[in-house]
Antibody, heavy 121, light 106 residues
Framework: EVQLLESGGGLVQPGGSLRLSCEAS????????MSWVRQAPGKGLEWVSG????????YNADSVKGRFTISRDNSKNTLFLQMNSLRAEDTAVYYC??????????????WGQGTMVTVSS | DIQMTQSPSSLSASVGDRVTITCRAS??????LNWYQQKPGKAPNLLIY???SLQSGVPSRFSGGGSGTDFTLTISSLQPEDSATYYC????????FGGGTKVEIK
């Protein structure tokens, strides 16, 4: 069964850091690009970051450039999101998602259950 | 960034009705347009990719159309389990989502 399992969410103070993880199973992880998508409480979806299957290319939304870093460890089938300089507006459920393609972001066909990040003092 | 505008923001229809949701891009995105369904408390689910291709396992009552800047998602015969919020997404450039359309059953 294809599965994505996020972890690492929690409560953090403004200006703090957090690292999210997403463990993949049931498919050849290195063959697909991956993304992080977030959803603030009661709001719509916002694509945050993406990475190619090899990890050689990364993509970021303007709202997180310079603060968030996406990476992956294909030997451990795990995707990461390092979040620094966190702001209240980063509060959201963070989903990891598998792409249909390897090299770039095309369509997100498998999603995890999400992990909640709350930025508050 | 390319802006995606969905309309309507919400709708209410009866079981068996034909429902159409539109999505407009601020510039041409060719056919790099996807549609997702999200039910409360759940992760989104891919319905349509590349504007008109039906994702495996998705009922055939869902269909997508359009290219360039104007796109549609059509549910040919609305079912109770289709009550959800629907989002379009462009992947022509840095991905962006539309604001969503909440579909309710009368």
């Amino acid at each position: 069964e294809v599965q994505l399992l996020e972890s690492g969410g929690g409560l953090v103070q403004p200006g703090g850091s957090l690292r999210l993880s997403c463990e993949a199973s049931g498919f050849t992880f290195s063959s697909y690009a991956m993304s992080w998508v977030r959803q603030a409480p009661g709001k719509g979806l916002e694509w945050v970051s993406g990475i190619s299957g090899s990890g050689g290319r990364t993509y970021n939304a303007d709202s997180v450039k310079g603060r968030f870093t996406i990476s992956r460890d294909n030997s451990k089938n795990t995707l990461f999101l390092q979040m620094n300089s966190l702001r209240a507006e980063d509060t959201a459920v963070y989903y990891c998602a598998k792409d249909q393609e390897m090299a770039t972001i095309v369509a997100l066909d498998i999603w995890g259950q999400g992990t909640m990040v709350t930025v508050s003092s | 960034d390319i802006q995606m505008t969905q309309s309507p923001s919400s709708l209410s229809a009866s079981v068996g009705d034909r429902v159409t949701i539109t999505c407009r891009a601020s510039q041409s995105i060719s056919s790099y347009l996807n549609w997702y369904q999200q039910k409360p408390g759940k992760a989104p689910n891919l319905l349509i990719y590349a504007a008109s291709s039906l994702q495996s396992g998705v009922p055939s009552r869902f269909s997508g159309g359009g290219s360039g800047t104007d796109f549609t998602l059509t549910i040919s015969s609305l079912q109770p389990e289709d009550s959800a919020t629907y989002y379009c997404q462009q992947t022509y450039t840095t991905p962006t989502f539309g604001g969503g359309t909440k579909v309710e059953i009368k």
